[in-house]
């Protein structure tokens, strides 16, 4: 995301809270506002970008208009609902975002862990089977023995 989309997304969500009522009027924009600031962050991590003093230039200046903006975002969310509404609303979205990374976290431990009991469940399966097709085997090599015995008894007396 580019800087210019973050401060859209800043005005766009400034704008609505002039109509709103209630927090939840504007949760859509906030919600697209931190989504657009989260790939931004992670799209400057990942690229070096153009190294010209005109591209620094540029980012750096929007970047600290964008930030100006946010607090006044800020600043303004505060005094229409109370104090601190939007630090909590920062707070509670970072421990949402928390537990949800922890139930991602345990979903792939339960995976692996059930990836494993299948596993092991199969491995025995086939041992068993294994073990059984043994046993079919003597059976079937004791019958053969038994037949061919059987079918080469004497049965005439002696002459």
């Known amino acids: 995301m580019d800087p ?8 766009g969500a400034k704008k609505l809270l002039e109509s709103a009522t209630d927090i939840k009027d ?22 070096e970008g153009d190294a010209s003093i005109k591209s620094v230039v540029a980012d750096v200046i929007e970047d600290r208009n964008n ?7 800020e600043i303004d969310i505060d005094n229409k609902f109370g104090f601190g509404t ?3 609303i920062k707070e509670e979205r970072t421990r949402r975002l928390n537990i949800a990374e922890e139930n991602k976290v345990k979903a792939v431990k339960a995976l692996k862990e059930k990836q494993q009991a299948d596993k092991e469940f199969w491995d025995r399966v086939t041992y068993w ?5 043994k046993l079919i085997a003597v059976l079937i090599l004791a019958g053969g023995a038994g037949y061919l015995i059987w079918i080469n008894r004497f049965v005439a007396g002696t002459s």
């Not at 931190?34 to 962050?41: D, I, N």
């Open 4 to 11: 210019i989309t973050i401060g859209l997304a800043i005005a």
């Open 26 to 47: 504007i949760a859509g924009s906030i919600e697209q506002l931190f989504s657009h600031t989260e790939k931004a962050a992670k799209k400057a991590k990942k690229d």
């Open 67 to 73: 930030q100006t903006r946010m607090r006044n975002l």
């Open 86 to 88: 939007w630090a909590a």
């Open 129 to 133: 089977l294994g073990e059984f097709g």
